[in-house]
């Protein structure tokens, strides 16, 4: 008795015929299936074939970009792991935020520390009135906060767009 399933031909053993055969179209993860339409036949023969014996449809498979995903991979893998050239690269992006941070908040400085030497080199300037209220007070109480609120979006907007630098470098 032997357990061989397999069929003999001349005393060559064939592999089973429904090996490697799946039920469903193995698709590749992250890949995108289109359906395609079938080439045209005639009406006679659809109606002839019964339907276990009916061919599937057509699917047309796109595969991602294989180019990019590794040099993507690497400089990902790169900053993951912090090797020497992952830590350059994000200290070279810290270095960019603190200056932009730091220019920024010099403007702030320079600007609101120079209204009261303003008021006191000009002293005319400290005496006017504007709708009843002195312009000192309008300057130093009201006016700094929206100065203050354009130089955070400023620096949101510069911040983001070295961000956006720093990925495209990445993914590039």
């Not at 289109?34 to 276990?52: D, I, L, N, Y």
């Not at 990902?76 to 350059?88: F, I």
């Not at 309008?138 to 609120?149: E, R």
């Amino acid at each position: 008795m032997t357990d061989d399933f397999y069929r003999r031909v001349n005393g060559v053993r064939e592999p089973d015929p429904t090996l490697g055969k799946s039920r469903k179209p193995a698709v590749p993860e992250g890949a995108a299936v289109e359906p395609v339409p079938g080439a045209p036949s005639g009406a006679k023969h659809e109606q002839a074939k019964p339907e276990h014996h009916a061919k599937p449809k057509r699917q047309r498979v796109i595969l991602a970009d294989p180019r990019q995903a590794t040099s993507t991979l690497r400089a990902r893998v790169e900053l993951e792991e912090q090797t020497s050239w992952g830590k350059l690269l994000i200290k070279d992006l810290v270095k960019i935020q603190l200056r932009t941070a730091s220019l920024l908040a010099l403007l702030v400085m320079v600007t609101l520390c120079s209204l009261p030497v303003l008021f006191y080199l000009i002293p005319s300037f400290g005496r006017v009135v504007v709708v009843g209220i002195p312009l000192p007070w309008l300057i130093l109480g009201v006016a700094p906060f929206p100065f203050l609120f354009g130089i955070g979006l400023w620096y949101n907007r510069l911040a983001e767009r070295h961000e956006r630098d720093f990925v495209d470098m990445i993914e590039n």
